[in-house]
């Protein structure tokens, strides 16, 4: 089977490094896109949509797959402050960017070699606005734009065989969201860990092995869905 061609955006946030490393390591050529990096083989400085995937696919010659992380902080927005202005750069980040990244990659997806097996577009994303977080209405808005989209755009590109599904994740360490640090507060770390069924954390490389099931192509018979990762938490 040839190898599989992946983009992934935002590709130093959040799960992304782990999915990006766990993508490798099963075998997938990974173009790693990010504000951080510069052109260098098979990284590349992610600017707008239409150009970063253009250069991914002059790099690698095709696109059999597509991460979209879509990364954002989510800050406190209470109701009282919600106006035009405050959740306008979340839409920007979270829906407007991620489905123009779906549309330009569609093209490519269309015409993926079948050796690679199914084509596939994952976006990442929040399970918080699947449980409702108080005080976040901005963030949980935009987020629920994209798991909106994902069954339209299944059902749309279900013809052309390419998967479309969201990983919802919530309650992952990582140092952005969850530093150590913070966490070795054994007061603040038990009323965390009270909120969990599981009463853990979850690891990055375990978010990783959810994207990579969707990305690799290994369950293209599943479109359409939200795939929620958070111990527990409904």
């Known amino acids: 089977m040839a190898q599989r061609i992946i983009l992934i955006t935002d590709a130093e946030h ?9 993508l490798r390591a099963g075998g997938a050529r990974v173009i790693a896109a990010d504000i951080a990096y510069d052109d260098a083989g098979d990284t590349l400085r992610q600017t707008t949509p239409e150009d970063t995937v253009a250069r991914a696919v002059a790099v690698a010659g095709r696109l059999d797959a597509i991460v979209i ?12 402050t919600l106006n035009p202005e405050t959740t306008r750069p979340f839409f920007e980040k979270i829906a407007i960017e991620p489905l123009a990244y779906a549309a330009a990659a569609v093209p490519h997806l269309k015409t993926a070699g079948s050796e690679t097996g199914a084509a596939a ?35 749309e590109l279900a013809p052309f065989a390419i998967s479309v599904n969201a990983c919802a994740f919530n309650y992952i360490q990582t140092e ?6 913070w966490l070795d507060d054994p007061a603040r770390r038990a009323k965390l860990l009270a909120r ?3 009463a853990r954390l979850g690891d ?31």
Request: a positive charge; aromatic letters at 10%.
């Open 14 to 22: 959040f799960v992304a490094p782990a999915t990006v490393a766990r």
């Open 196 to 198: 969990i069924p599981m």
């Open 69 to 80: 992380a879509g990364t954002f902080p989510a800050p406190r927005t209470p109701v009282e």
């Open 121 to 155: 577009m994952v976006f990442l994303s929040s399970a918080g606005p699947m449980q409702g977080i108080p005080g976040f209405g901005a963030y949980a808005a935009a987020r629920s734009a994209i798991i909106g989209a994902v069954k339209s755009l299944a059902q």
């Open 204 to 234: 990055p490389a375990e978010a990783a092995e959810l994207v990579a099931i969707c990305a690799e192509g290994r369950a293209g018979f599943a479109t359409g869905q939200v795939f929620g990762m958070s111990g527990g938490t409904s």
């Open 176 to 181: 952005a969201y969850y530093p150590k640090a």
